[in-house]
């Protein structure tokens, strides 16, 4: 049995026109200690996808578990770093990362505690910024905090949500090196969510694409047989990490063609001259029709990409 299993889950949202299917029968299976990345378009439901593992949303259909168990909420077994930072404003870094060890650990004594968030401050290099509070500290510094903060929960699984996403690319860079180096330190499960098909492939063991919604799946999982520690400078002419890149894009931009090419919406043109409103309105169906339907009209948009 995997670590972390979803079988055939699907999720959809309630949205005024019905429910939209965001992802649709997702299977997944990762092995303890492995880095997984899983890379996508903007809005295909990535979020969605790191939330269900989370257990802040449920599936509408399949199952998800961790080491057997069914994910039923949220649990300290699951580290999760944020799309954004979502860090305390009030609180410095130290007390930020204090409060996820009060919570999980409210039996340690208050020098364990110290020594433990501390340690966790240290490990992501921010000690000599403790004391500052988020607004004080840069986006990537801001990062790191959620990095300890998730580090000091010592969660069996990281779940990290485009953690790098907000930053330039020298930090970007550097915080890369970063997550590898605390992967390798700590032996502990990661699933990646990224936009940046070379940063999956960077860090990760295996990296899975996921196609565009809606009703997004996940693609082949492709191993990552580059051997570590790789070389940012070299990569690039690597066979390896030219096969795996080609292979990802090629399915990225093979699900994206398939999208539907054209949407339609109901559009309600605006007011522009005044009602009569002791003109009374029909009733239909027990409900009052809606003033000026004579004016209201259904376009179909073509996406622009379509076919391209
Ligand atoms: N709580 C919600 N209620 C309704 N719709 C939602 C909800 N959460 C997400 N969605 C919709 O689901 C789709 C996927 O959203 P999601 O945030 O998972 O995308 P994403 O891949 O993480 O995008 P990004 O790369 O921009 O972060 C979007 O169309 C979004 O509008
Ligand atoms: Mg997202």
């Not at 949205?15 to 997702?26: A, Y």
């Not at 330190?185 to 990760?204: M, R």
């Not at 027990?286 to 179909?300: D, L, M, N, S, V």
């Amino acid at each position: 049995m995997p670590f972390l299993h979803l079988n055939a889950v699907c999720k959809g949202f309630d949205s005024p026109r019905g429910r939209t299917e965001i992802l649709k029968n997702i299977h997944l299976e990762i092995e303890r200690g492995e880095f997984v990345a899983i890379v996508g378009y903007s809005g295909a439901g990535k979020t969605t996808l790191i939330n269900l593992i989370a257990g802040l949303t449920h599936p509408d259909s399949g199952r998800i578990t961790l080491n057997d168990l069914e994910i039923s909420g949220p649990g300290p077994d699951r580290g999760l770093v944020f799309q954004n930072y979502s860090l305390l404003p009030w609180l410095s870094v130290y007390e930020n990362v204090r409060l996820a060890v009060d919570q999980l650990f409210p039996n340690l004594s208050e020098a364990k505690k110290h020594q433990h968030v501390q340690e966790n401050i240290a490990r992501v290099g921010l000690t000599p910024a403790a004391h500052k509070k988020p607004g004080e500290l840069s986006g990537g510094m801001r990062q790191r905090v959620s990095v300890a903060r998730a580090l000091a929960m010592d969660p069996q699984i990281l779940l990290l949500d485009e953690p790098l996403g907000a930053l330039d690319a020298l930090t970007r860079a550097t915080l890369q090196d970063e997550i590898s180096r605390l992967w390798q330190e700590s032996n502990k499960t990661v699933v990646l969510i990224t936009n940046d098909v070379d940063e999956g492939i960077y860090l990760a063991d295996r990296i899975i694409p996921l196609s565009p919604g809606p009703a997004a799946t996940l693609g082949p999982s492709t191993l990552v047989d580059i051997p570590r520690p790789r070389n940012r400078k070299r990569l690039s002419f690597d066979p390896s990490f030219k096969r795996i890149r080609q292979q990802v894009i090629d399915f990225l931009l093979e699900s994206n063609k398939r999208r539907p090419a054209s949407i339609t919406k109901k559009l309600t043109l605006p007011e522009i001259e005044p009602e009569d409103l002791s003109v009374p309105r029909p009733l239909i169906g027990g409900r009052k029709t809606p003033i000026r339907a004579r004016e209201q009209h259904r376009e179909t948009i073509e996406r622009i990409d379509a076919g391209s």
